[in-house]
């Protein structure tokens, strides 16, 4: 008979401290091996150990599931040595935990956002034994525990298109140039622009250039325009330092990308009690999606300024939408901003619909401010509010998802920052480039608002407050690499460093776990 001893180990992402997991699933087994018989690894146990020797396939590093040690091990196990078998077995379980653990919510999920699902949260110990264990079809079973999102598995797809072309580009440079480079200038690296723009799709089969040619010609300028989109940059077709700095950045850096962008999905809730909103923040667009999660409508935002206002990662349920909100507006902004152009332009207040207020909300003055009222305004005691209107900050409307943050969505009178590449100019509110679109979707369940009747009071002389019939999901995310529908791979600046940090934390649990590595959570003993 054998004896289970525990030893210490840290809680999987799902919450559950994997030590008792692992103690759960071989009481279950009758504390005796599961991946071995007749002395030797099953077929389901070798099965098991290529995927965790091939974790990079979902974009996870196999070193963290032993990867490099189970062609030793398996070497072991034909000794037939008892005690041998226990330790592969349970060393085995340990690794395909943390595997699915990590395939399923991700290496370092910080729980943001398990409030917007409504998921369920089953035992490791019955996942491994229902759905890897006694599964079936593993690749199937393994398949349905991973992000049912169609973006996570296009994103999937795109990491094994970029992973196969980085060895082939690796240590490519392209020369830095002193003046852009313009269509039918000769630009001496053509061939090997050329070669990796076909490589990537940007350049058709039709429209690759003779062989040697070093002529930057118009197509060649269309397939550096699809480059230039497809990586955040103002479409010209004009090889400049900036375009230069995306075609010489290493193909292993856009594998780490898509890497981070399944991590990030990995942190999702799966279902919910209504159809979710996603703010992607470097990628500045939003999208709604349906029961499927697939996107119904999307559109261009503004988020918070990267240097000063950061819009953080969060998330919230949509409860109210606000036609004509008057803006409170924050004191930071109040003090740091409003107050000097009050001070310089005594005709301010009335020219922008602002008033000054007490704190119970009545109104001062709409027009010149004393020096009393400005000398209170500095202190807080007397507070600023935009009325509503076409001139308000906040547009014509806004929907409200309570979080601790206090960000929300609205509209903006400031349309003409939607037609730039970068977007990041707001407080950390995030603008929405079409918000009668979207306020149809939010109520689009409740018969008494019809996109005329939304309209109408969007323009409207009344505050108006609406709650949804069902609350709706909002999560602020942030993935520098995204898949389109049409498969086309776009990259994205880390615009906030998110992406460097995530980089750092995943480093520290590698290091972590080689450190461990050959000692599971739990050991036989006699």
């Known amino acids: 008979m054998w004896k289970i001893i525990l030893l210490p180990m840290a809680a999987t992402a799902f919450g559950f401290s994997q030590e008792a997991e692992l103690l759960r699933f071989y009481q279950a087994a009758g504390e005796r091996p599961v991946w071995v018989q007749d002395g030797r690894a099953t077929p389901r146990a070798r099965e098991v150990i290529n995927l965790l020797e091939h974790a990079e396939t979902k974009g996870l590093d196999a070193r963290d599931y032993d990867g490099p040690n189970w062609a030793s091990r398996l070497a072991t196990v034909e000794n037939h040595e008892s005690q041998d078998l226990m330790q592969f077995d349970i060393a085995l379980t340990d690794a395909v935990m943390r595997y699915v653990s990590d395939l399923r919510e991700g290496r370092a999920n910080p729980g943001l956002y398990r ?225 000097p152009e009050i001070k310089r332009h005594p005709e301010y207040l009335a020219a922008h619909g602002y008033e000054v207020t007490t704190s119970r909300g009545e109104v001062v003055t709409s027009d010149v401010v004393s020096a009393g009222a400005l000398a209170r305004l500095r202190s807080g005691e007397f507070l600023l509010r935009q009325v509503p209107g076409p001139k308000n900050a906040l547009g014509l409307v806004k929907f409200l998802f309570p979080n601790e943050a206090s960000v929300y969505l609205h509209d903006t009178p400031a349309k003409a920052l939607f037609a730039k590449v970068r977007r990041d100019f707001s407080h950390g509110c995030v603008r929405l480039e079409n918000a009668t679109e979207f306020a149809a979707w939010v109520l689009g369940e409740d018969p008494v608002w019809s996109r005329e009747g939304i309209i109408a009071a969007m323009n409207g002389s009344e505050t108006v407050q609406v709650n949804p019939p069902k609350p709706i999901p909002v999560m602020m995310t942030y993935m520098t690499a995204v898949v389109l529908e049409t498969g086309e791979v776009r990259f994205l600046a880390d615009l906030y460093g998110y992406d460097a940090e995530l980089e750092k934390q995943l480093a520290g649990r590698a290091a972590k776990t080689a450190a461990t590595s050959g000692a599971p959570g739990l050991r036989p003993s006699e």
Do not use: C
């Open 115 to 339: 409030r917007a699902g409504r998921d369920s949260q089953v035992p490791l110990s019955t996942l491994i034994r229902k759905n890897v264990l006694d599964a079936a079809d593993l690749s199937v079973s393994l398949r349905e525990m991973e992000p049912t999102y169609p973006a996570y598995r296009r994103t999937l797809e795109a990491l094994a298109q970029y992973r196969s072309l980085a060895p082939e580009h690796a240590g490519r440079r392209f020369p830095a140039v002193t003046e852009p480079v313009e269509p039918g200038d000769t630009y001496p690296a053509m061939p090997e622009l050329a070669r990796l723009l076909r490589a990537l799709g940007d350049l058709p089969p039709e429209a690759v250039p003779p062989a040697g040619s070093r002529t930057y010609t118009a197509a060649a300028a269309d397939s550096v325009k699809r480059f230039q989109a497809r990586h955040g940059l103002e479409a010209d077709g004009r090889i400049g330092a900036a375009t230069l700095a995306q075609l010489n950045t290493p193909l292993r850096d856009r594998v780490a990308q898509l890497e981070l962008a399944l991590e990030r999905w990995r942190w999702l809730p799966r279902t919910f009690s209504h159809p979710p909103v996603l703010v992607n923040l470097p990628e500045f667009r939003l999208r709604a999606l349906d029961s499927t999660l697939q996107t119904v409508l999307e559109m261009k935002i503004v988020v918070g300024a990267a240097r000063r206002t950061p819009t953080p990662l969060l998330a919230g349920e949509l409860n109210q939408v606000i036609f004509q909100p008057p803006w409170n507006v924050p004191l930071s902004i109040q003090r740091g901003e409003l107050l």
